[in-house]
């Protein structure tokens, strides 16, 4: 007989008595403490049914166990008592609750105890040093008194701590102690804990962790720094917080990962968790590997659904995560690329950038017309239509929903003034946007047109002064200081004045590892009468200045020489 | 059943800090929407009288999750739903039956844990069955975990073959998550909507194995601050012209009852307004559920081409003859980015339900 326990209890009656059964059946005296706040009509029924069996014991006083308040501590100790009377030849007490469950053999766990009979298992960790809270108060729990439940009464614990702290009411820490915090699950072995029980200054230190906030944190854990002769900082009973502190329950279909975890105990189960009770409420030792408790796999496990739920999916909007503006970086999943005036300056450029690059190229995304999806698709990946009523329904989600539905390949899309430009304020506050934007390079469509025949006279006019105020008014957007996004912008004279080694740059950003160097330029447009074209639209009367000054009569002299240029690595 | 079209308010999206009203307008919407909210249950309360009792509720214990639905000729539906939402752990269902004629009552009547009711009122009138549950929510479910579905949707979550839903229910709680909200996961078969049979009590997800995973625009809304969810295939197909009126996806099914609460609009919104906050701070997604939605079995173009099924469906019936003509003539949803369901991970995995951190 090395091991007792003593449990805990205050809900699920049932499950309790049958790990206490158990218990008692594999030879391990319990004391059950149930909660004074347990009533009678489901007290009853449980206290008989374990009358009478052989192990099994009520602690001789039942405390009102409120969170946070001393009763679980006074409870503990005097069932510790009780137990360690009854039993004289224990060497450990190990402290589980109704929701604990074995997860390995009891005969394990006795021969683990019993090769280590002067070892104190209790998660200890001081304050000093480290963060063991999840929120809430550390140091100050020891520093202020906590009279009032925060359970219950949640403001009125707030008022009482608020007016201690404005009022600088500390009090002092006993002499020789060091505050520690830890889980509450412990096993500690026999004169460890009759030294807590029966140390001279026990009243005192009573009295001093009465008006502690959650003493079942700390009491044990700060008392047996000073009897123990050798701590080992853990618990022997697994159990998981979320990031609130509150305990994961474990339900059947943890079965194989507990299993898995050489744990000895786990909290807290779900109580209908039939499967979980009926595997491991057995002392078939073919079950374990007799291995040291390794709970890394489930520590993985649990700390991922932590960090889903802390952090989301960036970029992903849904019915559960509605993204706070200001408090998520990212609005979009993955990196994308945003060409404003290239397609113009470079006729057929998206299809040289697809071959240089190798990621996926789209037309102009925000055309007014339709969405012009690379290779023309009319519904893209992730069900995207090409409808452009839907997408300028809400632009932002539209954008969000491409980048997220197409993790794992980067988008370049095509950008202008003449598209839709609701967009451009959530492309400008998002980190992931890279934004390359050579200014006036509409002047070149508006050229080719007019050349065609398209466009002429007041008409051309008209148009080339509102893609100009349009354009002026998204570079101002890409100039504020809250922007997130990527940004280089050119005039169109002088991106035309070093075309390649502006665009190298932007290529090694987006394709650092692209299959093939470019080895040829894109084809620049033709500039031949230019000059001209601009200056006749000067001469209207349109102050023109995005697209910079190009000499008139003949083309600009160095770029202007529309021969492809060879590329040169540097 | 179709829930009314698109709740009207103002939106609240990403980028646009000028949406978010000051201190005084939130007050006196807050104020708007208490207000709001006792019509609601003045209303319920008044057409309590529209409902005869069939089959009485039998006593529950207090931890039963209850099913409530209004149903009207789904004698096809509900062999399966009902088998379903029993292996999900659902206790009792508290049903409906709106002038159904096609043997829905008598099944109903039949089984032991629905309690019935039936009315020849308008559904409609009505507001679309909200206001009949809404008095028995009142009436029986206070205190409960009431699950409120349309005899056409099939309620899955994170874990939900392993788990029963007094789990999930009790992981709610302990979250202090008052309600969970489920996006609506149109299915749709691979042919013609009325080419593929269906048996009464198959599984339909066989039938509609089919459905898409994007794109799904979410944006908040004032006065109540719901969410409003908009995609899928029925704006694909249907409203690629009017997105605005596009179906609304996103439902709060889950819900722990109190007797002052109410549905605002179908199950998409709820009152008081804090229950439709369905995320508790930065960038933290909860857990959320999803709607398997059966509409397009092969009896859905028969009942578009009903009168009577169009009128009472949709705040304005008029504006969405064009739905229900496209509807009657028998199209195809399915597209070659269409994605076979293949169970809830999956539906994790594309970002349509979080398990929020429930492992």
Known sequence: MSVGFVMLVHTALDRAAQVARHLAASGCPVVIHADRKVPRSAFEPFAQGLAGVRGIAFASRRHRCEWGMWGIVGATLDACGDLLTAHPGLRHVYLCSGSCLPLRPLPELQAYLAARPETDFIESVTIDDVVWTKGGFDRDRFALRFPVPFRRHRRLFDAVTGAQKRLGLTRPLPEGIAPHLGSQWWCLSRPTLEAILHDPRRRELDRFFRSVWIPDESYFQTLVRLHARRVESRSLTLSKFDHFGRPHSFYDDHLQLLRRSDCFFARKIWPWADLLYASFLSNDPKVTRNAEPNPGKIDRLFSRATDRRVQGRPGLIMQSRFPARRLDAARTAAPYSVFAGFAETFPGFEAWLGKTTGLRVHGHLFAPGRVAFAGGAQVHNGCLSDSAALRDYNPEAFLANLVWATRGERQCFMFGPADAQEVMRFVAGDPNAQVSIVAGAWALTLFAREQAGELTGSALRKEAARLQKVELAYLALMRSGWVKARVRAWGLAEFLEAPMENLAPILDEIAPRAPRRPTEAPVLASLDGFGAFLQRLRNDGMNLHLPGDFPVGHAPTPPGDARPRPYLVR | ?359
């Open chain 2, 1 to 359: 059943m179709d829930g009314p079209d698109a709740p009207a308010g103002r939106r609240e999206t990403m980028t646009a800090p000028e949406d978010i009203p000051g201190p005084l307008t939130r007050a006196a919407q807050a104020y708007r929407m208490r207000w709001k909210r006792r019509r609601l249950l003045f209303r319920a309360w008044r057409k309590r009288g529209e409902l005869a009792c069939v089959t009485p509720l039998r006593p529950v214990s207090k931890a039963a999750v209850l099913c409530l639905a209004t149903v009207r000729n789904e004698a096809a539906r509900l062999p399966f739903w009902l088998a379903h939402h029993r292996r999900i752990g659902v206790d009792r269902f508290l049903v409906v039956d709106n002038a159904s004629d096609d043997g829905t009552r008598d099944l109903l009547a039949a089984q032991p844990d629905v309690a019935l009711w039936e009315t020849r009122a308008s559904y409609r009138a009505a507001r679309f069955g909200v206001d009949w549950l809404g008095w028995l929510a009142r009436r029986h479910a206070a205190g409960h975990w009431v699950l409120t579905l349309d005899a056409d949707e099939l309620f899955v979550y994170p874990h939900w073959e392993e788990r029963p839903i007094t789990a999930l229910a009790a992981e709610l709680d302990r979250r202090r998550q008052p309600a969970l909200g489920a996006l609506m996961v149109e299915l749709y078969p691979e042919g013609r909507l009325s080419g593929t049979p269906y048996r009464p009590g198959d599984d339909p997800v066989q039938a509609l194995p089919w459905f898409d995973a994007g794109p799904y625009r979410a944006r908040r809304q004032r006065p109540a601050r719901n969410l409003w969810v908009q995609g899928g295939p029925r704006e694909r197909v249907f409203f690629g012209d009017d997105p605005r009126r596009a179906p609304t996806l996103n439902k709060l099914p889950l819900v722990r009852w109190r007797g002052t609460h109410a549905y605002l609009n179908s199950c998409h919104a709820l009152l008081p307004p804090r229950l439709n906050l369905a995320w508790e701070g930065p960038g933290d997604p909860r857990l959320s559920g999803a709607l398997l939605h059966t509409k397009f079995l092969n009896t859905i173009v028969q009942r578009s081409a009903d009168p009577d099924h169009r009128a009472e469906h949709f705040g304005d019936p008029a504006r969405f003859g064009a739905y229900h003509d496209a509807l009657a003539a028998d199209p195809v949803l399915w597209h070659d980015r269409a994605t076979r369901y293949e169970g809830w991970r999956q539906l994790e995995r594309l970002g349509l339900m979080s398990s929020g951190g429930w492992t």
